[in-house]
């Protein structure tokens, strides 16, 4: 059973600091999601990783996946208010099919305050 | 606008009705999904949809009744649920592996709202 662990659960941070928002999954894996969903709303996807390696930046986030450590981490700098969120990372298992569903972590909910 | 439209955006029901959700996506995708995201549990498949053939059902109970009626348009039947069903009920869309070579990104409507009285 796949499973996918995020850390932390809860992050309170200032603006202009610098953070990293862990992801551990527990099976290989091709594909690992960001999404950050702001509150009463749906999930907006962030990133697509799809390669050991792979690094992708947009803005004040970037996020890198390590397949052979089976994480993927999500680095926001000098934070801003409006990065405030709550983040998820999510992962597809192979299951042979043509479509795959999301296992997803419990969630980063991020706190930038002035 | 993410392409992918959810109606009701809320619904309140009882034990006893029967009322369905639906999904739409605009997005030319050829897989679709269910998902449930509750206070107590992090975000859970439920069911997913290739080419309109079920392809996952995440150990759903069978109060839950998906039905895909064609590459565009999913919907999840609800009948005699239970108030701990109350959740937000969010469809997703995406294009197979087949058609783009690699899975992308799953694109989520805004959600149904669910109370379960």
């Known amino acids: 059973e796949l499973k996918v662990e995020q850390n932390p659960l809860f992050l309170s941070m200032q603006e202009e600091k610098n953070y990293t928002i862990y992801c551990n999954y527990s099976?290989?894996?091709?594909?690992l999601y960001w999404y950050r969903q702001d509150p009463g709303k749906s999930l907006e996807s962030l990133f697509v990783?799809?390669?050991?390696?792979a690094v992708k930046q947009e803005g004040r986030l970037m996020a890198s996946l390590d397949t052979k450590a089976r994480l993927s981490t999500l680095h926001i700098t000098a934070a801003v208010h409006d990065l405030s969120a709550t983040y998820f990372c999510?992962?597809?298992?192979?299951?042979?099919?043509?479509?795959?569903?999301?296992?997803f972590g419990k969630g980063t909910h991020l706190i930038i305050q002035p | 606008e993410t392409g992918v439209t959810q109606t009701p955006r809320h619904l309140v029901m009882g034990m006893t009705n029967k009322k369905s959700l639906k999904c739409e996506q605009h997005?030319?995708?050829?897989?679709m999904y269910w998902y449930k995201q509750s206070a107590k549990k992090p975000l859970e498949l439920m069911f997913v949809?290739?080419?309109?053939?079920?392809?996952e059902n995440n150990s759903v109970p069978s109060r839950f009744s998906p039905e895909c009626p064609n590459s565009s348009h999913l919907f999840l039947h609800l009948h005699t649920l239970q108030p701990e069903d109350s959740a937000l009920y969010l469809c997703?869309?995406?294009?197979?592996?087949?058609?783009?070579?690699?899975?992308?990104?799953?694109?989520f409507g805004p959600g149904t709202r669910l109370l379960v009285l």
């Open positions: 997703a869309s995406s294009q197979d592996r087949g058609t783009s070579g690699t899975q992308e990104t799953q694109y």
């Open positions: 099976t290989t894996s091709d594909r």
């Open positions: 990783l799809l390669s050991n390696g």
């Open positions: 999510a992962v597809a298992a192979w299951t042979g099919g043509g479509a795959d569903g999301l296992t």
């Open positions: 997005l030319g995708h050829n897989a």
């Open positions: 949809y290739n080419f309109k053939e079920q392809t």
